[in-house]
């Protein structure tokens, strides 16, 4: 908060002259009196649309005034030297006035502040009382709030050392080792990608606005939650926003970042303060900040490379579980402490469970398709390299009944993954592939003619011969 302080000296003046002074000088120049105690006055510059109110405290006592100036909304720097403007400008007028008497209304006007803000001190405090009683602030620390964003930050150091990008990333196989949520590998028994998952994020910026969006739910939530109701939430949150990605990911997708579970605290705050648990006072400012944040992620969310479906996934399970814990924190249910907590867990992993087990993912498919196109790609080019020792029949029968069929096959599969639903690059190496097979199906077939007529194929082979080399090289 920027400030400036400055006393003047005002030899045979006493405190209540000198208070009575400073208030008629806030009237000349249009600033408001807002607050005073035995021997000060705050008031506060004019707001306008495009300026703050500034708040300038005059202290007193027999002799001589303090004038401080300051700026209160949460500005780093005075650029524009206010501060030294507001002082140059009151004490201008100050003695202006000085010379004469002060109103008789001035001295009445001060005492009627005194007692108005008495009243307002007593209320803030009863205020702040019955905040810190819901919300506990004051009682608690954010120690689990400390070591999530510990654990994260450690997670990346460590990522980095092992080749991960730091800035942009554009080869994610650090991730995928590590443990990001790849669809292909989750629902391959990898369920513990869901947890994990939650902990890694591509490169620098992504940790940064997630852990300083993380530290501004804890604040609140870790307090008012509890430890326990704080770490269920934050889990059992970021493994449903994992389900809910790769639910719509339905091509599959590489997801890491604590956001799904970040997103998940809000919506639990967001629930919170859709209730009367915690106090108007402080509801409707958290309220709105709460609504700026996830209004703006979702909407950025929308730019390609942002999971929003995990963000969505994470504030509505969150919204969900906020309610759950209002009913528990309000006396609405009474269970023992970790009961709620527990049975929100066990639902979450009985969920995930259900889900990994039962649904069934184009991006699954697509990668045992894949798998069985390079054995079946070896089968068939083992035997190949084989036939060449054996006799004409031998050579006949094994490119008829294996060779062949072992290409076809691929040729099929690779017609269905067509049918898949998948990202534009796999999309393009499918095709590229097709045309691959296609070759060594032609080649084939001109194999089994140069046995039947040897000598009769050499040109047709050599010509599928040199296409199936540039093929290579366009699938390398």
């Known amino acids: 908060m920027p400030s400036k302080k400055q006393e003047f000296s005002y030899p045979g003046k006493t405190t209540d002259h000198l208070l009575q002074l400073a208030y008629g000088a806030f009237l000349e120049l249009g600033w408001a009196p807002k607050y005073a105690g035995p021997e000060a006055l705050i008031g506060y510059t004019p707001r306008s649309w495009n300026k703050y109110d500034d708040e300038v405290l005059i202290e007193a006592k027999d002799g001589g005034i303090v004038v401080t100036s300051s700026l209160v909304h ?40 005194r007692q108005q803000t008495v009243e307002t001190v007593t209320a803030q405090v009863k205020d702040a009382e019955e905040i810190d009683k819901t919300m506990n602030l004051s009682n608690s620390n954010l120690y689990v709030t400390y070591t999530i964003i510990a654990i994260n930050v450690i997670m990346f ?10 800035f942009t990333v554009t080869n994610a196989q650090v991730h995928t080792n590590w443990g990001s949520n ?31 969006a993380l530290y501004s739910a804890g604040v609140y939530l870790e307090p008012m939650l509890g430890k326990a109701r704080y770490i269920g939430a934050y889990l059992c949150t970021g493994v449903i926003a994992g389900i809910v990605s790769l639910w719509w990911h339905k091509e599959g997708v590489n997801g890491a ?33 709460i609504g700026i944040f996830v209004v703006f992620n979702l909407v950025y969310g929308m730019k390609s490379g942002i999971d929003n479906a995990a963000h969505i996934g994470g504030l509505v399970s969150g919204f ?27 639902v979450t992993i009985a969920g995930a469970g259900y889900f990994l ?8 498919r697509v990668a045992q398709l894949y798998k069985e196109f390079f054995r079946l790609q070896d089968d068939a080019l083992k035997s190949n390299q084989a036939y060449q020792t054996l006799s004409a029949a031998e050579q006949k029968d094994r490119l008829v009944n294996i060779v062949l069929p072992a290409w076809k096959k691929n040729l ?27 070759l060594r199906i032609e080649e084939t077939g001109y194999l089994i003619k140069e046995i039947e007529a040897p000598g009769s194929q050499d040109k047709e082979l050599q010509e599928v011969g040199e296409k199936i080399t540039e093929a290579l090289k366009e699938n390398k």
């Not at 997103?263 to 705050?269: D, S, T």
């Not at 859709?274 to 900040?289: D, E, F, G």
């Open 74 to 113: 949460n500005e780093s720097f005075d650029m524009m030297g206010k501060n030294k403007k507001h002082i140059k400008d009151f004490i201008t007028v100050f003695d202006k006035i000085n010379s004469s008497q002060p109103k008789p209304e001035w001295a009445e006007e001060i005492e009627k502040l």
């Open 412 to 438: 099929e599969n690779l017609n269905e993954m067509g049918l898949l639903k998948m990202n534009e690059g796999m999309q393009a190496e499918q095709q590229r592939l097709k045309i691959y097979v296609q």
């Open 257 to 289: 970042g604590a956001s799904g579970a970040i997103f998940g605290l809000y919506g639990v705050f967001l629930s919170l303060l859709l209730t009367n648990l915690i106090p108007k006072q402080v509801r409707a400012a958290l309220l709105q900040s």
């Open 320 to 346: 969900v579980i906020g309610f759950i814990f209002y009913l528990e924190l309000s006396g609405k249910i009474s269970v023992r402490k970790p009961i709620i907590t527990l049975l929100i867990a066990v």
């Open 357 to 364: 087990t039962n649904y069934k993912s184009d991006a699954v």
């Open 182 to 212: 790849v669809t292909a590998l989750t629902f391959s028994g990898d369920w513990w990608r869901l947890i994990t998952s939650t902990f890694i994020h591509f490169g620098i910026i992504h940790l940064a606005m997630n852990m300083y």
């Open 157 to 166: 150091i460590l990522m980095a050392i092992d080749g991960a990008e730091i």
